[in-house]
């Protein structure tokens, strides 16, 4: 008899499997030529490796027995541990189970409360959840975006530690991250780097160490000391399985300390630690083999007009998931082996075939996989580009600190550079802020966008909404503002939240979670006086977390130097003042002449923070 629990997960798997995103197990090997796995060297059945894991067996037994720290593990481990450090030119190195405990217990002994941790929004889902588990302070820049990068850990200055968190090479776009890049940044910002060498090791760099190690040699001592550690995994062009931290002495020190995962985990299988003494001597002189692969990859990608691959990855996105099910099955009929990768693992609307290139693929292989996909090319759903107005929001630290009155201003100053137009999505109370702010900036029919939800009670929206028995549609505001966006092309909106940042639009989700599914330009409006540091600071906090940074503040209220002062110096942006306006009835932004030097110089920010352009959020 199947329990209530039971019932509810059948229910949630039919789901998957009705979207095309269901998993299973296979019951037999995968046949066809091997384009999914991440043995790119093919050593995984390598003669020598597998002797080595047998002699190890032999001499150890089969199992770790205990942790390290109890008698785990013997000599094989020590000196796997060595060799890894020798081959990557670092100090020292220790041996984990797998890649993902690896980052788990190395993030979480680097960082927790009071640090900052700053990650790449595509970086592998271990490097995600060790970030999360943490309990440091997440921010995530978008992908390969420096400059985003760097404008978040602005905002972590104060933190005790900053840690960056990067993939040499991303395993779903097989794309290289910016190293020189981010170790220039974490030498500027006093932060430091974690390179997780999964897809680049053994591929990339000198006999194969990786991706860091083929850029390190060209920087100054100051800026490669900034590289904190790298992730050595065993389990992909080593052929075997584990995985290394690899460091500076007094960072394996603290992780035999520590690091969580390694204290309280059973010893790798002595097979594990033999194999890899011989995998890593054999990766290293496989140069051949190492070039073979790269080569392959940058054909596939050449012959079917795709991005050329950092390493071995070659994804061809392909879109929705039921097609690209579709697609991995036609690619099985002719003998080869190519996975359909769909979200959670990639983005909705990016599912994909992620091709993999091996050094011991035949030239004959490769064209028939190019001969199979060409179709693949031609047919795979894309989006068309559709040209789309973009968006700024202004958001307040609170209600009542004149987010109206500054939408109204902002409104008038992008006047100056092309046509504008104004939306409040949910209204609540009796205040009417689209006809207020149209009465303040002279705005047009045509300049006015009628909010989505209007409700009577001035409250939050999930309050407001509820006192009326209904609730906030939240699931329509992307759609909305798509379809604003689409009719207002070469104008810029300008959306005013309701209340602070964090108010609710239902019991789960708050205006910040809208926010952060499209990141826009972001207005942070706070009330000048008693309390504008902590409210200003914590909403910044609030954004940042979210990957958003404002391009402006602005204080309302009486000057107040040192709050403006103070502000600009911790958040690293522009902050602009606007005096009491106690009449508000009676004022005309547009030839208010006191308000004149304000207006161009949030019109000059606005219009860079959000330029005209045909990209979507």
């Known amino acids: 008899m199947s329990s209530p629990l039971d019932n509810a997960l059948r229910g949630e798997l039919q789901q998957l499997s009705a979207q095309g995103l269901a998993r299973n197990l296979p019951r037999e090997p995968a046949r066809g030529v091997d384009f999914t796995s991440n043995d790119y060297l093919g050593l995984g059945r390598d003669g020598a490796i597998a002797r080595a894991a047998a002699a190890a067996v032999h001499r150890s037994g089969t199992g770790g027995r205990a942790s390290r720290l109890l008698g785990g593990g013997d000599g094989h481990h020590l ?12 100090e020292a190195a220790l041996l984990f189970p797998s890649g993902y405990q690896a980052n788990l217990a190395l993030v979480g002994t680097l960082v927790g409360p009071g640090d900052a941790l700053l990650s790449d929004r595509w970086n592998h889902a271990s490097l995600i959840d060790a970030a999360r588990l943490s309990r440091a302070r997440v921010l995530v820049h978008d992908h390969l975006d420096v400059a985003h990068a760097e404008a978040l850990l602005r905002t972590a200055r104060g933190a005790r530690r900053r840690l960056v968190l990067t993939e040499g090479v991303f395993s779903m776009d097989g794309d290289r991250a910016p190293l020189v890049d981010l170790l220039h940044l974490c030498e500027r910002y006093d932060a430091w780097l974690v390179v997780d060498e999964a897809h680049s090791i053994g591929l990339l760099g000198p006999e194969g160490a990786g991706a860091a190690a083929e850029v390190l040699g060209d920087l100054a001592p100051a800026v490669r000391a900034r590289l904190a550690a790298r992730v050595l995994t065993g389990g992909k062009s080593l052929g075997v399985g584990g995985a290394f931290v690899v460091g500076s002495q007094p960072l394996i020190d603290t992780l035999v300390q520590r690091a969580r995962g390694f204290v309280f985990s059973t010893a790798p299988s002595p097979a594990i630690a033999g194999a890899l003494v011989a995998a890593i001597a054999r990766v290293r002189g496989s140069h051949e083999a190492r070039a073979r692969c790269l080569a392959h990859a ?4 050449r012959e079917l007009r795709l991005p050329e691959p950092a390493a071995a990855i070659v994804p061809l996105v392909i879109g929705p998931a039921q097609a690209t099910l579709a697609a991995a099955a036609k690619l099985a009929e002719r003998g080869l082996d190519v996975r359909a990768v769909r979200p959670p693992t990639v983005p909705e609307g990016t599912s994909r075939l992620r091709i993999v290139a091996h050094g011991d693929h035949s030239d004959q292989e490769i064209a028939a996989l ?16 559709i040209e789309r107005a973009p968006a700024l929001v202004v958001v307040g630290t609170d209600t009542g600190v004149g987010k109206t009155v500054v939408s109204a201003a902002l409104v008038a100053a992008l006047r100056a550079h092309g046509p504008v137009a104004y939306w409040k999505p949910v209204q609540t109370g009796d205040d009417d802020d689209t006809g207020e702010v149209a009465r303040l900036a002279r705005l047009g029919a045509d300049e006015r966008v009628e909010p989505l939800a209007r409700y009577a009670l001035p409250a939050s929206p999930h309050e407001a ?17 798509d379809r604003v966006r689409r009719e207002r092309v070469g104008a810029r909106i300008v959306v005013e939240l309701a209340g602070g940042l964090l108010v609710p639009y239902d019991d789960r989700r708050t205006q910040a979670d809208w926010l952060a599914g499209w990141r826009p330009p972001v207005l942070l409006v706070a009330r000048s006086g008693l309390g504008t540091l902590n409210h200003t600071l914590l909403t910044a906090e609030a954004l940042a977390s979210r990957g958003i940074v404002p391009f402006a ?8 130097p040192s709050n403006r002062e103070t502000l600009s110096a911790r958040l690293a942006v522009p902050v602009l003042e606007l005096a009491p306006l106690d009449r508000l009835g009676e004022i005309d932004l547009e030839t208010r002449a006191e308000l004149a030097p304000l207006l161009r110089e949030l019109g000059a920010l606005a219009a860079a923070a959000a330029p005209i352009a045909t990209s979507a959020p």
């Open 79 to 90: 000196a796997a541990e060595a060799l890894a450090a020798e081959w990557l030119d670092a």
């Open 298 to 301: 940058k054909r596939i990608a």
């Open 370 to 385: 190019i001969d199979a996909c060409q179709p693949l090319v031609v047919e795979r759903t894309r989006p068309a580009a």
């Open 465 to 481: 909404a509820a006192a009326e028995g209904t609730a906030v549609p939240v699931e329509r505001l992307p759609e909305y503002l």
């Open 553 to 560: 503040v602005v204080l309302v209220g009486p000057h107040h």
